[in-house]
């Protein structure tokens, strides 16, 4: 399945971290960055996620904010 | 300012493409990987952005999805 | 490629309307109810969207406000 | 009050799971689909929640991605 | 209807700027502190928004990044 | 940084409330209004958020829903 969501960021699982019903995901994308992820447990189950499994973060454009110095 | 958003992927504006009301903004985040961020056209003007400025996309964890194969 | 987002309506592309970057998709899923979705030009075009096709509406549970009387 | 948020998918409430801070809501929106939402267990409280209620799914178009085979 | 969104900020439009299909509304909230909102076109006339209507913006918790100096 | 997010509402915390992975801010915005942020225990710790701090509110226009009654 192709989507229209531009962002998508092939990695490597570094850490989960449960909750009771949240889990946050790190993924390396590479060079050291990070990408976060905030999903639910019920996702988390589902996909079986866990460190090392290569994942890919995505994220809508109207979600990526612009900073600049 | 620090901010709360776990995600600051740092590069290049490599593409501004502006509507009438919202404008695409393209950034090279680092070997070829790309992000792309939809804002509105006040805000690249108010930030001046072009082609070639340093800048960060910067992504709340609760929209980033998990995809895994 | 399995996502963490909990909800794909799946449905039948009825309109899609063009801007300069950002395009409106109305997708039909099902008993006259009508998903609406906002993304940019490039994601309309690389998925070559037009009315009849076949599509997934897929929405990240964080962004799923409940309403109720 | 109308709300300019284009979807509102109209459901009962199938089941509810409150964790330390956040909710998770599953909503049947009609023919076996469900809408899952994640809040906070203060909506989840004021709005009093429970299986069976009669609600609504809202979603902004922004936040509704498109997949296509 | 009881929304699970926490964030409503009663206020004035103060300018409605139309695309060809997206749609910037700025709305006064108080004590010039103005709130902006990019909405679909369809919204916009579906909702009649033209400057002094009074409005509420309505913001979910997962959507406010916090920032601290 | 200057950010593209053009919706910056400045005020003091009223509240912090940790969960397992998740952490909800109030902020008194002034005049009695509250902004409600649900963010991770990371982002929470990191910027060492407490009662009492000045803090920004901070929100993308695409996340924003106009309501008229």
Chains 1, 2, 3, 4, 5, 6 share one sequence.
Do not use: Y
């Not at 590479?30 to 996702?43: C, F, K, L, P, Y």
Request: hydrophobic share 40%.
């Amino acid at each position: 399945m192709k989507l229209s969501a531009r962002n998508a960021f092939h990695g490597k699982i570094e850490q989960v971290h449960k909750g009771v019903t949240t889990t946050i995901v790190k993924v390396d994308i590479g060079n050291g960055v990070i990408a976060t992820s905030s999903i639910t447990n019920e996702a988390a189950d589902e996909l079986d996620l866990k460190p090392g499994d290569a994942v890919t973060a995505i994220i809508k454009s109207s979600d990526v904010i612009i900073g600049k110095l």
